[in-house]
């Protein structure tokens, strides 16, 4: 059970995040900066979104209990929020957003914080995928875990922040695309069993 909720979680999170469609974001962001500060500003972004994410795996489902949100309800609508996010990424708007966003800012000084590691890496469908996570296995071991698959994604997208160019020029506007489009029907064919998981604890599907 461990092993299949941690590949579950992973691929979950992995989507989600989409460090393959941040990366060109990335690009964009840091573009005309020289290697090392682009290398600063790629682990500042991992860290505080980490920081952050942690945050909410710590406190997140005290907090629901003490507004009065059940984990089932909160299931449910994390799972809605996340068939959106896929819909958003099958369609390509996800990556206009992005797009957008990176073009109407000025981050001449530091966009590390700011859209990097929030909204863009701890954004809303991040923060609640890791308050699901953490509510489908409850304990340390389970906080453990999801803590373990966080860092493992953060990973990757700093690794991918950090050999950016050479990931844009492989694999290309159009492999992007195709990436993309590919992760948002996995993702939401996994919100959907969110859901189901929810409506199941209440008792509305077997």
Do not use: Y
């Not at 694999?171 to 189901?196: C, D, E, P, Y």
């Amino acid at each position: 059970m461990d092993s299949a909720f941690l590949i579950t979680g992973f691929v979950t999170l992995f989507v989600i995040m989409d460090p393959i469609g941040l990366t060109p974001v990335f690009v964009a962001l840091t573009q005309g900066m020289p290697q090392s500060r682009r290398r600063q500003i790629a682990l500042r972004g991992c860290l505080i979104a980490g920081l952050l994410l942690s945050l909410f795996a710590l406190f997140g489902e005290a907090v629901l209990g003490f507004v009065g949100i059940s984990m089932p309800a909160f299931r449910i609508a994390g799972g809605i929020l996340l068939f959106l996010t896929a819909l958003d990424m099958l369609f390509q708007r996800r990556a206009q957003r992005r797009e957008d966003q990176a073009e109407e800012e000025d981050h001449s000084n530091d966009p590390s914080v700011f859209p990097l590691a929030m909204p863009l890496i701890a954004g809303p469908g991040s923060i609640a995928t890791i308050i699901l996570l953490t509510g489908q296995h409850p304990g340390i071991w389970g906080l453990t875990m999801v803590l373990g698959i966080m860092l493992a994604v953060l990973m990757i997208a700093l690794v991918l922040f950090l050999s950016a160019g050479l990931l844009e020029r492989a694999l290309g506007k159009t492999g992007i695309n195709v990436v993309t489009r590919l992760l948002g029907m996995l993702l939401a064919a996994l919100s959907v069993q969110f859901v189901l998981d929810g409506l199941k604890a209440f008792g509305f599907a077997a």
